[in-house]
Nanobody, 122 residues
Framework: QVQLVESGGGLVQAGGSLRLSCAAS????????MGWFRQAPGIEREFVAE????????KYADSVKGRFTISRDNAKNTVYLQMNSLRSEDTAAYYC???????????????WGQGTQVTVSS
């Protein structure tokens, strides 16, 4: 089992920044690829970003490319999502997830955090 706890969400004005963190415990963090997903009310959960187990490969949704950065610190068992130039359409609950391999498909991930809310005011 892998336990994931997100933090760092909040209310921010459009154009502002937030950094989300996801702390992992349980099995060896460095064995897992990590993903960030988000879900707004009434909308299906969508892929945001992913990073492979050693941090060498990342991938982003087109909607966040150039604004968001995913990174990880395997020594701290933590994955981050730096979000810059936030827009109102980025408002959602953000979830981190762990899996043995990277994927943009949410159902591929075995372990999920409880989510952290990000609200961007225009």
């Amino acid at each position: 089992q892998v336990q994931l706890v997100e933090s760092g969400g909040g209310l921010v004005q459009a154009g502002g920044s937030l950094r989300l963190s996801c702390a992992a415990s349980g099995r060896t963090f460095s064995n897992y690829a990590m993903g960030w997903f988000r879900q707004a009310p009434g909308i299906e959960r969508e892929f945001v970003a992913e990073i492979n187990s050693n941090g060498g490969t990342t991938k982003y949704a087109d909607s966040v490319k150039g604004r968001f950065t995913i990174s990880r610190d395997n020594a701290k068992n933590t994955v981050y999502l730096q979000m810059n130039s936030l827009r109102s359409e980025d408002t959602a609950a953000y979830y981190c997830a762990a899996n043995r391999v990277t994927s943009v498909i949410s159902r591929a991930y075995n372990y999920w955090g409880q989510g952290t809310q990000v609200t961007v005011s225009s």
